[in-house]
């Protein structure tokens, strides 16, 4: 049972204050948890609560946040059974009482929900991921390393987020975490050759001053060459254009190139890349608000490429159910966070897989060092990680998870490779 819940204010990736959760049982179990905080954030998630007080962190503080967990949600959860995280998540749920976690704070009732789930492990003598997933949380998943940064996460002036690279040709995921590695140093040989800074963004990617997303691809594609691996069949590339960042009435605003696209044209751009390179997965193709785009977009590529809906479905299992009936995506990026308790991500994990569309569990841009999502991939079995670029301790300290935990399952453990990819091609 949960004896002691107590907060305390610490700082994210990007040096701005964030919860932090111990969660102790009486049996001496400890559960820590720290909540990250995205920048480009989906309109309809779940709300972090800050402070708003100027003094302090320029507004950004997490003591209200704080003094939630440390009051009405330590006296309401104290004396729960720990192993019982689906009481526990509908206990914080109807404390909070609003629909999106706004009275409490999404960052406090996740710290809570993630730092329990954490001491009953401890407590069960097992691994989080084994836990929650059982003997059957083998799979290792395909990571997604974000090797250029762009948008929200960079100060350069490309329009797209995100430039990953996916080892869907590895034999384990060790394997791909060096692969993974490798063509992050040969693209920034590659980089300092051409006198392109190599700064890194948010996510420990690259940031060189680009302004086209062709000059970023022409750029990973070579360092994959380069390397050794054959692109597509070694190593794939995922994007992220997070393209609700640059919809602003009804059409897309290319910074970069200076220049607007209708939807029509921007799909047909997008649809342009993948004929051009070996790209597997888009998320965020369309922006959250354009429920047109997302049909076409899905319309035209869904039988090629995965397509993961990040602020069109914010984890939330309504968005998402709306979404499958409306046949937009065949996949969804899933961050705990943007709804705020373990059990409901977990349920919309579930109502993804049984709809046929895939999961990618993720990291935000601003994040900590603790790795429970790493489980989490592996705990639901999902298949697909994106945490990041393969530099920053903020982001190695997953796939550095992931590594421990495919040593630890020795044998029983399994490579996701590209198995999990939906609206690929055959
Ligand atoms: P965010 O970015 O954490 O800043 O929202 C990640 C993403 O868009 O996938
Ligand atoms: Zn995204």
Known sequence: NIVKIHGREILDSRGNP???????????????????????????????RRDGDPGRYHGKGVRAAIGAVNGEIAAAVTGMD??????????????????????LGANA???????????????????LYRFLGGADATLLPLPLFNIVNGGA????PLDFQEFMIAPVGADTLADAVRMGSEVFHTLRGALRAASHNTNVGDEGGFAPTMATAEEVLAFV??????????PGTDIAIALDPAASEFYHGGAYHYRGEDRVRTVEEHVAYLAGLVDAY?????????AQDDLDGWKLITERLGDRVQLVGDDVFCTNVTLLTDGIKAGIANSILVKVNQIGTLSEMLTTARTAHEAGYSVVMSHRSGETEDTTIADLAVATGCGQI??????????????????????????????????????QAV
């Open 278 to 286: 070996p790209i597997v997965s888009i998320e965020d193709g369309v």
């Open 18 to 48: 964030t919860v932090e959760v111990d969660v102790v049982l009486d049996d001496g179990s400890l559960g820590r948890a720290a909540v990250p905080s995205g920048a480009s954030t989906g309109t309809r998630e779940a709300v972090e």
């Open 386 to 423: 994106k945490t990041g670029s393969l530099s920053r301790s903020d982001r190695t300290s997953k796939w550095n998870q992931l590594i421990r935990i495919e040593e630890e399952l020795g044998s029983a453990a399994r490579y996701a490779g590209r198995t999990t990819l939906t609206g």
């Open 153 to 156: 996460h960079a100060d350069n």
């Open 109 to 127: 009732a996740l710290g809570v929900s993630l730092a329990v789930a954490k001491a009953a492990a401890v407590s069960a003598g097992q691994p």
């Open 82 to 103: 720990a192993a019982e995280q689906s009481a526990v998540d509908e206990t914080l749920i109807a404390l909070d009482g609003t629909a999106n976690k706004s009275r």
């Open 221 to 230: 594609r070579q360092a994959i060459t380069d390397t050794g691996y054959t």
